[in-house]
């Protein structure tokens, strides 16, 4: 992964200007990608096209790094799709921690949600990028066609591709954070602590618990569906030796992932998992996405809190 670019130090204008715009670069281009490690890349990438770039010629530098991070995120898609396809197990997105004040609204928190990451990664490229643009962002359908160097009737295609696409597959219930916190705290204290009831009671029946080791860790390979075994799954947490840790050894804690309350897993010099929720609308946990491949826990490990908008 290549490094970021420095601070600048001095006044340089070219530079504070790319300054300006790097937090919607990187929210931009993590959404697309669903990765902070390639989001990152793309950053720098972009850092590099711009300073290389005739900036005389650039009347409006928003919509220009626009463009150039909408491309660079689209062809990095394109190179790691072959990655994706042969991935072992079910492929979540790379977890991110997030201050409170991240994404300001249900519907931006949401934005950044596991869930609605995961959906977006059924996407082309092209149907990615615009409904990030249109649906996230409010870029207007001229704008975006400038971006993604497109037609702006073919942009119009591709976001009601894309907005269909996303309302067939997302829930259009969306909790508020209060109840968000306090699902998560019951589900929290009912699995570190064997409570096999408690958990019957804050899952839906239907509840769907997907497990993302990459190969390089034991999980499950294809989701663990219904309400009795999904909690047998959790009630058994305390009690069983995790990648190699004792339960003894095993630290966790609630903080806020993704624009929303989640739990992160800790052993003696590593993180173990991360787990973020999505909840039906009786306020239960319909979904959980367990992430436990350590290459796509490094943004967690490092504890940076990414603010994203």
């Known amino acids: 992964m290549t490094q ?13 200007v790319f300054q300006q715009y790097r937090t919607l ?3 931009v ?13 793309v950053v720098q990438d972009a850092w590099l096209k711009w300073s290389a770039s005739d900036r005389s010629q650039v009347a409006d530098p928003k919509a220009y790094l626009a463009r150039i991070i909408s491309n660079l995120a689209m062809e990095r898609i394109r190179s790691t799709r072959h990655q994706r396809e042969t991935y072992v197990g079910p492929w979540l ?17 949401d934005s950044v949600s596991m869930a609605l990451l995961v959906v ?7 149907e990615r990028a615009v409904f990030v643009l249109k649906e996230v962002f409010a ?16 942009v119009r295609q591709a976001a009601h591709r894309a907005r269909e696409h996303v309302q067939a597959r997302r829930p259009r219930f969306t909790a508020d954070r209060a109840s968000q916190r306090d699902v998560t705290e019951r589900f929290f204290a009912a699995a570190t602590g064997g409570d096999i009831n408690t958990l019957m009671e804050v899952l839906s029946p239907d509840v769907t618990l997907w497990t993302d080791g990459g190969g390089k860790v034991r999980q499950a390979l294809k989701p663990v569906i219904g309400l009795e075994t999904v909690a047998r799954w959790f009630a058994a947490l305390g009690t ?14 609630i903080t806020s992932i993704n ?3 989640g739990v992160v897993f800790r052993g003696p010099d590593r993180v173990i998992a991360t787990m973020t929720f999505d909840l039906d609308p009786e306020g239960r946990i319909a979904a959980i996405h367990n992430v436990a491949n350590p290459d796509k826990l490094l943004a967690v490990a490092d504890g940076a809190r990414h603010q994203l908008i």
């Open 139 to 154: 870029f207007s359908y001229g704008e975006i066609a400038e971006a993604v160097e497109r037609s702006e009737p073919a």
């Open 259 to 261: 624009g929303g309350p």
């Open 29 to 41: 281009a993590y959404r697309i990608l669903g990765s902070a490690a390639d989001a990152e890349d």
């Open 25 to 27: 670069l990187f929210s």
């Open 120 to 126: 977006l990664e059924t996407l082309s490229p092209l």
């Open 4 to 16: 970021r670019q420095p601070q600048p130090h001095q006044a340089d204008p070219d530079q504070l």
């Open 240 to 253: 069983t030796t995790y990648q190699g840790v004792e339960p003894g050894q095993m630290r966790a804690e």
């Open 93 to 109: 997105p790379e977890p991110i921690l997030t201050g409170p004040d991240t994404a300001e609204g249900a519907a931006a928190a």
